[in-house]
Nanobody
Framework: QVELVESGGGSVQAGGSLRLSCAAS?????MGWFRQAPGKEREGVAA???????EYVDSVKGRFTISRDNAKSILYLQMNSLEPGDTAMYYC????????????????????????WGQGTQVTVSS
């Protein structure tokens, strides 16, 4: 079992920045960030596979950057130029096997791909 603990959420004005962190209790293979706004489905925001390849949903490309420190088992999400539409609970997720290539490219945004989930950290962006 892997425990994931998110931190770094908060309230900012539009155009501001936040950096989310996700500390894992041990190494995991692929990791991702999801978000869920009130009344909406949980959506994949960004992910990184076993080879270090990064994927982003179109709405955050150029604004968000995902990275990981494998030595410390920490996943990050640097969020710049935040918009009110980014307001949501942000969740960290991880897999217990390694994926890469075309399969990962198709499946990284699917909730069922991930085996472990954190409790979430709230991000609120005001206009």
């Amino acid at each position: 079992q892997v425990e994931l603990v998110e931190s770094g959420g908060g309230s900012v004005q539009a155009g501001g920045s936040l950096r989310l962190s996700c500390a894992a209790s041990r190494y995991t293979y692929c990791m991702g960030w999801f978000r869920q706004a009130p009344g909406k489905e949980r959506e994949g925001v960004a992910a990184i596979d076993s080879d270090g390849t990064k994927e982003y949903v179109d709405s955050v490309k150029g604004r968000f950057t995902i990275s990981r420190d494998n030595a410390k088992s920490i996943l990050y999400l640097q969020m710049n130029s935040l918009e009110p539409g980014d307001t949501a609970m942000y969740y960290c997720a991880a897999t217990n096997v390694g994926y890469s290539g075309s399969w990962w490219y198709i499946r990284w945004r699917e909730i069922s791909t991930y085996n472990y989930w954190g409790q979430g950290t709230q991000v609120t962006v005001s206009s």
